[in-house]
């Protein structure tokens, strides 16, 4: 089992920045492709981004395609979302998730999660 713990959420005006952080522990880190989902209040948890065990592959919801970008760095056991020109909607809980199966955009296939981090973007 690995354990992810989020951070870097908080309160920024639209079409301002945040970074969030995704710190794992417990087995390899490596072994799993990692993705970051959101749920914003009495709704779905919905995919945001996704990346391989490898880095190399990335996957985005259209709703944050050419906004957001996933990355990680196994040697830190991190993954980060980079969020740009945040917009309201964007206002949700954000959740880490680790998996070693597709796909990647179903929450259903992950077996770790994270305990979330709150992004709040006002207007």
């Known amino acids: 089992q690995v354990q992810l713990v989020e951070s870097g959420g908080g309160l920024v005006q639209a079409g301002g920045s945040l970074r969030l952080s995704c710190a794992a522990s417990?087995?390899?880190?490596?072994?799993?492709?990692m993705g970051w989902f959101r749920q914003a209040p009495g709704q779905e948890r919905d995919f945001v981004a996704a990346?391989?065990?490898?880095?190399?592959?990335?996957n985005y919801a259209d709703s944050v395609k050419g906004r957001f970008t996933i990355s990680r760095d196994n040697a830190k056991n991190a993954v980060y979302l980079q969020m740009n020109s945040l917009k309201p909607e964007d206002t949700a809980v954000y959740y880490c998730?680790?998996?070693?199966?597709?796909?990647?955009?179903?929450?259903?296939?992950?077996?770790?999660w994270g305990q979330g981090t709150q992004v709040t973007v006002s207007s």
């Open positions: 417990g087995r390899t880190f490596s072994s799993y492709a």
């Open positions: 990346i391989s065990w490898g880095g190399k592959t990335t």
């Open positions: 998730a680790a998996t070693t199966s597709g796909p990647w955009t179903l929450q259903t296939a992950y077996r770790s």
